[in-house]
Every structure is written in structure tokens, then in C-alpha cells.
């Protein structure tokens, strides 16, 4: 298929050309740094979605609870010194530079940095390591729309090239660091509590209609999290079962999320007889807001009142393993060979019929 959705990035086959000036650009979500930005900010998140006033703001007092500010953005700068750390120890000269979805400091302003640097051609490492409309394409929706705004500048420079690492769900380091914390958490329950838990993983609800249409085939947002959810229990827990949950649903009640939410799933498992639960949100690559509201708060209150002894394994933030596996994907991109599944997408690959997000932010 020749049309591909990548926003005008064209991932090559070909190894990276010599001398070529290249960047690491981490995308991310982006996140409120004090109450004021609070409102803007989920504006900018849900503009033209459908998301009812009464669930903004709930989730604005969620934010307001942590003064107004997301942890996110200091966990993608962790994430960050620990790219760059590692880059420099396996001698791979490249800056890393920082863009948001929905915050300062926006794509565009990246974008515009990296063009004034006289930085060629970047390689985008999203976020988000699975397939799904806000997971993969919006990335690339994103990526496009600051080429656009840096290209339609007559005055300035061009800015580079791009292209978007591919999926990461099934990096080692990304399911050993999922699986050392899966361990972990395991092993802070009560002795006799241990070997019964329940192990569920948790990840970001989206619309049926959504899910339906990711990947190239469609459902592979479920397919990539059932894979990958498989692989840290195979690796923390050899043998033993588990179930993959949802959490964090927004949108309006006559809209199909998919389901079952974790604390409906919560009531059922103590309905069952369960005793004790370990959840493992290996939907997100860092403890933001979702987790530790939705899991620590919510999730947990709820076990506690149900009587379910309750753990949560952390997320994948910086584990050596998993930056490392990070690095080991831009090496594969930067060798060539057939671009994967998150790089080259398909035009039709998590289509979903929307208005469009935020118009291009002003640079700052
Ligand atoms: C698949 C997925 C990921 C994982 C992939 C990725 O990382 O991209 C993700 C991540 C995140 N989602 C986040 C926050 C929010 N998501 C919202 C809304 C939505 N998310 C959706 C999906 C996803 N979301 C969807 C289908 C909506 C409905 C509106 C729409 O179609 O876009 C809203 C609006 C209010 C609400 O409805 O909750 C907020 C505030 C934060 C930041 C937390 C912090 O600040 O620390 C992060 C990392
Ligand atoms: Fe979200």
C-alpha cells in the first residue's frame, strides 16, 4: 500500500546515510503544571471528542488533588537523562529532544528547536507501545501537523525529516521491567496470600469502535496487550493465569468502551471467593495520573472495601532494561530493513472518524 498515515514521514529500507544530522524526538501525552493549566490542557485532550463536561471536570479535580500539576512530564524527563545516559555509554552520538500532544512544550515547538539546530531527520519514539487511534496514530498525526506548521513558514527552515519507531509492547526490556515489578509486587503481598493472588493487567479503555479498527487487520490494541501481558506473567510467574482489564474510561455512557472496568472486575473476583489481587497496568509506560489516581486511589479503595488484599506493580519508567531496549530500536531503524508495524502504518491502520484534534499550537 502506497498512502501510508505517517504524515508525510517516509520510513526507508535503507541504513541511515552517513553524516546525516539526527535526533531522538521523545512524544509525548503532556500534562498540566499547575491549576490553571488544568482546563486548557483537557481541552486541548478532548476538544471535538464527545467527552461530557460532568467527566472533565471529575478528572480536573483528579489534577487539582496533585496541586494543578502532572507527574508525566517529570517522568518523561527521567525518561529522557536515562536515553541520553545510555546513548552516551553505548556511543551513540544523537540529542534527545522533547514534544507534547496536548502541553508545553508542544510537538511544534520541538519541531521548531530541532529545525534551528539543523537537525536532518528524527527519529520519534511515542510514548505509547501499542496499536490504537490515541496510542499510534495520533502520534503520527501529530508528527505531521508540526512539519506542516514549520513547512507553511516560508521565512524559516524546513525542519527534518521524520519517522516513528515501531511498537514496543514485545521489546524484552519493556516486558522484563513489566515483569521485575510484577515480581515485586507479588512479593509484597502476605505470605499466604502470595501464590492465590489474582494477576490482572490493566490498560487504557477505548471505544469498541475504536479498538476494532487498530492495527492493520484491526484489534490488535487487545491483540498487543495480550501478548505482552502474557510475556511479563511467563517471565514473573511462570504458569500462572491472568486477565486483561480496563480502566480509565471517559466518554458518554451510550458510547461501548471496552469493558470490564478493573473495580467492576474487582467486585466480581471477591464475589468468586478471590482473596487477594496484584494489578499490573502494562497498558502505560510510567506512573502518571491515570495509574495513580485510577489504580492507587480508585482501584485500591474499592479492593479495600470489598476485603481484597491489593497490590500495584509499577510501570516500566526507567528500567535499565527497557531504556536499553529503547536504544536497540532506534539502532534497528538507524540499520534499515523492512520498517514494522508503528513505523509503517497503513493509511486505513486505526482510522477512526473524528473531528480533528487541537489546531497547531503557536510556537513559544
Ligand atoms: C490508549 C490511550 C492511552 C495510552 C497511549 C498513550 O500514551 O497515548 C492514553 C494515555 C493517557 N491518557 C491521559 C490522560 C487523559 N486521557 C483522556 C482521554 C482519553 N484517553 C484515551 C486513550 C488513551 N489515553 C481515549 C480514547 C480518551 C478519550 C478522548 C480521546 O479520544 O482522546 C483524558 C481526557 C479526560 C478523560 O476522558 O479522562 C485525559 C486527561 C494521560 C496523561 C495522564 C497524566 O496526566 O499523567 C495518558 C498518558
Ligand atoms: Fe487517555
Redesign the pocket.
Known amino acids: 500500500m502506497a498512502v501510508r498515515n505517517n504524515g508525510g514521514v517516509a520510513p526507508s529500507s535503507d541504513p541511515a546515510p552517513a553524516g546525516r544530522r539526527e535526533a531522538l524526538l521523545v512524544l509525548g ?1 503532556g ?1 498540566p503544571e499547575g491549576h490553571d493549566d488544568v482546563m486548557p490542557f ?1 481541552l486541548n ?2 476538544r471535538g ?1 464527545g ?1 461530557p463536561p460532568e ?2 471536570e471529575a ?1 480536573a479535580e483528579h489534577y487539582h488533588h496533585f496541586g494543578g500539576v ?3 512530564n517529570e517522568q518523561n524527563k527521567a525518561l529522557i537523562s536515562a536515553l541520553e545516559a545510555d546513548l552516551a555509554t553505548a556511543g551513540v552520538d544523537m540529542p534527545v529532544y522533547w514534544g507534547n500532544r496536548n502541553w508545553a512544550p508542544y510537538v511544534e515547538d520541538a519541531w521548531r528547536q530541532m529545525a534551528e539546530d539543523g537537525i536532518e531527520h528524527a527519529y520519534v519514539l511515542a ?2 507501545a501499542y496499536a ?1 487511534f ?2 499510534c496514530r495520533q502520534y503520527h498525526e501529530d508528527v505531521a501537523r508540526a512539519r506542516v506548521a514549520l513547512e507553511s513558514d516560508p521565512t524559516g527552515p524546513a525542519g527534518p525529516t521524520a519517522e516513528k519507531l515501531p511498537h514496543y509492547f514485545d521489546a524484552p526490556g519493556f516486558v522484563q521491567a513489566n515483569a521485575d515489578a510484577l515480581a515485586a509486587a507479588i512479593a509484597s503481598l502476605p505470605a499466604e496470600l502470595r501464590d492465590g493472588a489474582r494477576l490482572v493487567a490493566t490498560a ?1 479503555s ?2 469498541n469502535a ?1 479498538a476494532a479498527v487498530a492495527g492493520p487487520q484491526g484489534g490488535a490494541y487487545e491483540a498487543e496487550l495480550t501478548a505482552a501481558a502474557q510475556a511479563v506473567v511467563d517471565a514473573a510467574a511462570p504458569g500462572r493465569s491472568f486477565d486483561l482489564v480496563w480502566q ?1 474510561r ?2 458518554p455512557p451510550s458510547v461501548p468502551w471496552l469493558e470490564p472496568d478493573v473495580n467492576d472486575h474487582l467486585r466480581a473476583l471477591a464475589e468468586s471467593g478471590e482473596q487477594a489481587v496484584v494489578v499490573f497496568p502494562v ?2 509506560i510510567s506512573d ?3 495509574v495513580i489516581w485510577d489504580l492507587d486511589n480508585e482501584a485500591e479503595e474499592t479492593a479495600g472495601e470489598l476485603g481484597l488484599a491489593f497490590a500495584r506493580a509499577a510501570t516500566a519508567g526507567t528500567h535499565p532494561a527497557f531504556i536499553t531496549s529503547l536504544r536497540e530500536l532506534l539502532e534497528e531503524r538507524r540499520a534499515g530493513g523492512e520498517p514494522r508495524l508503528g513505523t509503517n502504518c497503513p493509511a486505513y491502520c486505526c482510522f477512526v472518524q473524528r473531528p480533528s484534534a487541537r489546531p497547531a499550537a503557536a510556537a513559544t
Open positions: 501525552f500534562g483537557l485532550v478532548t471528542r467527552i467527566r472533565l478528572v502532572s507527574p508525566i510514548t505509547s490504537s490515541s496510542g487504557h477505548i471505544p475504536m480509565s471517559s466518554g497498558g502505560f502518571h495520573l491515570e
